[in-house]
């Protein structure tokens, strides 16, 4: 059974970086597709990029380029996403999630999720 | 970017009624949309796929419709674990975009 096990976030000050790690078990790391999911205190679901490992495929979501860096780490199974120059606005929990079997891209459903992590920005 | 947009924003629905939530793209998505349910505190669960696929474990009053602009995702039965909130998703475009939530509140 897949699962994907994050780590990281916590309170940040505004102006420093955050990195939130998730790892992955269950099955075959080269053949996932991975991506970073947001969701501010109440609100809806923000794509924020995505990678495909195994080509070091990396896509970011317009309103991030330049803040976000998406990697990931075979020999750890692990997906990481650092998001920098913090703002309150980023006060939410941040999800990663595997693209759906079958899908070759990520522009893909998702069909696990991580359990979530808090990334609190404050001064 | 393509927005979803998805109505109503809260329903409030009974043990057995049928539900239907609407899911609206700015531009045509062909059938590249998700639907997902989302209880407080977890993570999302993929419940359609392609717009009328249901993913494996799913039970199967759940089910969706649509293609190009108009998506529903309907309810047949609803049941007390249903009270949740839904979203829609589109991957039609490199940049994916999600509807801003449905709850589905108990009456």
């Known amino acids: 059974q897949v699962q994907l096990v994050q780590s990281g976030g916590g309170v940040k000050k505004p102006g420093s970086s955050v990195t939130v790690s998730c790892k992955a078990s269950g099955g075959t790391f080269n053949t996932y597709i991975f991506s970073w999911v947001r969701q501010a205190p109440g609100q809806g679901l923000e794509w924020m990029g995505g990678?495909?490992?195994?080509?070091?495929?990396?896509k970011t979501a317009q309103k991030f380029q330049g803040r976000v860096t998406i990697t990931a780490d075979e020999s750890t199974s692990s997906a990481h996403l650092e998001l920098s120059s913090l703002r309150s606005e980023d006060t939410a929990v941040y999800y990663c999630a595997r693209v759906r079997t079958g899908c070759s891209s990520t522009s893909c459903s998702f069909d696990y999720w991580g359990q979530g992590t808090l990334v609190t920005v404050s001064s | 970017d393509i927005q979803m947009t998805q109505s109503p924003s809260t329903l409030s629905a009974s043990v057995g009624d049928r539900v239907t939530i609407t899911c609206r793209a700015t531009?045509?998505?062909?059938?590249?949309l998700a639907w997902y349910q989302q209880k407080p505190g977890k993570a999302p669960k993929l419940l359609i796929y392609?717009?009328?696929n249901l993913e494996s474990g799913v039970p199967s009053r759940f089910s969706g419709t649509g293609s190009g602009t108009e998506f529903t995702l309907t309810i047949s039965s609803l049941q007390p674990d249903d009270f949740a909130t839904y979203h829609c998703q589109q991957y039609e475009s490199s940049s994916l975009t999600f509807g801003q939530g449905t709850k589905v509140e108990i009456k």
């Open positions: 392609k717009a009328s």
């Open positions: 531009q045509n998505i062909n059938t590249w």
């Open positions: 990678i495909i490992p195994i080509f070091g495929t990396i």
